[in-house]
DNA sequence: GTCTATAACCGGATAGAC
DNA sequence: GTCTATCCGGTTATAGAC
């Protein structure tokens, strides 16, 4: 059965995320998928070419969700931020070691994902974000918000979305009770609830 | 001259940023410091020794600037979040590597972050932390704010300042042009202005 | 497609001279 | 405090049988 390809990224994925691309162990992998080291190379010619089609194939996957909500015509900008959070918080608790290895490795020396985030950016990316700049504009110009810079904003979104899932562990520190599905969905709709009154504007502004 | 153990533990944070924990190089760090690998295990006893160092030292000192900031009676709720995120930020912008190292660390297998976090908290931070709760509560009773989480407040302010500095090498791929030191201001007043106009009441709410 | 065996190298850590 | 030399274990990757 050739899901074995499969399998091995499954678990390198974990395994990147727990240990971050140096600690990972290629043998570590082979275990945990149930196959022999030496099928990692025939699959995947290196440690570092492994990495890269977890990184790319996970992100195509978050441009495609993105692509879908981004389209013009559909939504205003307020349905529009809400459904982008969900999308995005969505994928991120179906992929939870995906946040992980990017907060691991898009940083420091390890050139992969800034080169793939690069590539996947000018490919796909590009429109969806100048779309969604766009809609902020407008609506800026409608005074429906305020004078938000909509890079700013898109920014915050995303710092938002991803680092709830990069400090689970260290809430556990604060919060011993914790539904566990409740706690994501509690986040979820604090983040809309700051985004969207966050944006509103204020009469007694300039 | 003995500041060699201070050049090694400069060296080291930067290296570990840089590579994380299982990709630094005890050589390497030796070689930026400007000492001998040996002269590093007559400072440290080893490596985890060594990065539990810095991850303690660096901690401390943002928790007592945050015990400045958080002191009964001083300050109203607004300016108090306003001079948290301008403290926060400030040092994680003269302390660029920390931010990087504790974001690669703080999940996954290295038990050591985590550790240290929980002792700390534990010593000196639970004060604080239950302060700031506390002024929330009573801005709510007052109707300042809306009706929010505290806890969910304080991780969105945690997560806005840290995100930048791990997130600079992606936002080069879309903003050319960056002024470098303004950059930096910008999203710090852009920081202050979601979290300041999303926690205001608004006339139309339940 | 799957496995064993091994090459070739590199890392943390220490012993011990000065 | 500082250095050289070295041990020992572990790592990626491949050769080659089945």
């Known amino acids: 059965m050739a899901d074995s390809r499969q399998k091995i990224i499954e678990q390198a994925t974990r395994e990147f995320s727990e240990y971050g691309y140096n600690g990972a162990r290629m043998q570590r992998i082979a275990d945990k998928a149930s196959v022999n080291k030496a099928m990692i190379y025939y699959y995947f010619s290196s440690k570092d070419q492994l990495f890269e089609t977890i990184i790319r ?67 796909f990316g590009r429109d969806n974000i100048m779309y969604f700049f766009r809609q902020v504009e407008q609506a800026k110009n409608e005074e429906k918000i305020r004078n938000v810079d909509a890079m700013q904003t898109l920014w915050s979104i995303i710092a938002l979305n991803i680092f709830y899932f990069v400090t689970e562990p260290i809430l556990s520190i604060f919060w011993q009770s914790s539904d566990a599905a409740d706690v994501l969905e509690n986040r979820k709709q604090a983040i809309i609830d700051l985004v969207l009154y966050g944006l509103l504007p204020r009469k007694d502004e300039e």
Chains 1, 2 share one sequence.
Not at 69 to 97: C, K, S, T, W
């Open 57 to 123: 194939e996970t992100f195509s996957q978050i441009f495609a969700t993105l692509g879908k909500i981004l389209v013009p015509g559909q939504l205003d900008l307020e349905d529009m931020i809400r459904q982008m959070i969900y999308a995005h918080i969505d994928f991120l608790a179906a992929n939870r070691d995906f946040p992980k290895i990017l907060l691991r490795e898009i940083h420091g020396k390890n050139p992969i994902p800034l080169k793939v985030v690069r590539e996947l950016v000018n490919e």
